[in-house]
T-cell receptor, first 117, second 112 residues
Framework: GAGVSQSPSNKVTEKGKDVELRCDPI?????LYWYRQSLGQGLEFLIY????????KSGLPSDRFSAERTGGSVSTLTIQRTQQEDSAVYLC???????????????FGPGTRLTVL | KNQVEQSPQSLIILEGKNCTLQ??????????LRWYKQDTGRGPVSLTI???SENTKSNGRYTATLDADTKQSSLHITASQLSDSASYIC???????????WGAGTKLIIKP
């Protein structure tokens, strides 16, 4: 595969429902990131996976948010009991390394636009 | 507080003209500064990355400058094309922290 892929591209859900967003990173990339981008705002870091290490979950806004990465490849971001303020574009990125001050270039997927009604 | 501020918030110019986008940051310790281009409905794509010791870097018609003393960076676009219409985001990496501090971006519109 060429780049990072995400699915679905758009998701409309009702308040209170759970949603799952999927990210397929570039093959061989050990680092995977999830970000949230609200309208007119900068990207907000959510969670970071590096190889088999414990993920850095420090950016998750609440315990309704969780993510996992199976087999060091595909990642799923789950939002439980969605709220209207969760509406945003959720971006996934992968890189071949995160060492050296984060120099590893991050390659982004197209994002999933989540709308909570 | 680590922060990246960009100006202007939006900019409209005619095709063929040049423009300069600004970025001010208060991030410590500083590791590197990146400029990304984000087309509507797409993820950001890296344009340039500069470390403390680099004060200019070019990528085609894009030239980024960095003044680490004043903590300012600029992105200059030469001979703009319609395809340059996008948001341009300034991002600063702090020390060894892989977490990047993202600016809100400048929305650039090129008109024919």
């Amino acid at each position: 595969g060429a780049g990072v892929s995400q699915s679905p591209s758009n998701k409309v859900t009702e308040k209170g429902k759970d949603v799952e967003l999927r990210c397929d990173p570039i093959s061989g990339h050990t680092a995977l990131y999830w970000y949230r981008q609200s309208l007119g705002q900068g990207l907000e870091f959510l969670i970071y996976f590096q190889g088999n290490s414990a993920p850095d979950k420090s950016g998750l806004p609440s315990d309704r948010f969780s993510a996992e990465r199976t087999g060091g490849s595909v990642s799923t971001l789950t939002i439980q009991r969605t709220q209207q303020e969760d509406s945003a574009v959720y971006l996934c990125a992968s890189s071949s390394t995160s060492s050296g001050g984060g120099r590893g270039e991050q390659f982004f997927g197209p994002g999933t636009r989540l709308t909570v009604l | 507080k680590n922060q990246v501020e960009q100006s202007p918030q939006s900019l409209i110019i005619l095709e063929g003209k040049n423009c300069t986008l600004q970025c001010n940051y208060t991030v410590s310790p500083f590791s590197n500064l990146r400029w990304y281009k984000q087309d509507t409905g797409r993820g950001p794509v890296s344009l340039t990355i500069m470390t403390f010791s680099e004060n200019t870097k070019s990528n085609g018609r894009y030239t980024a400058t960095l003044d680490a003393d004043t903590k300012q960076s600029s992105l200059h676009i030469t001979a703009s094309q319609l395809s340059d219409s996008a948001s341009y985001i300034c991002v600063v990496s702090a020390g060894s922290n892989y977490q990047l501090i993202w600016g809100a971006g400048t929305k650039l519109i090129i008109k024919p």
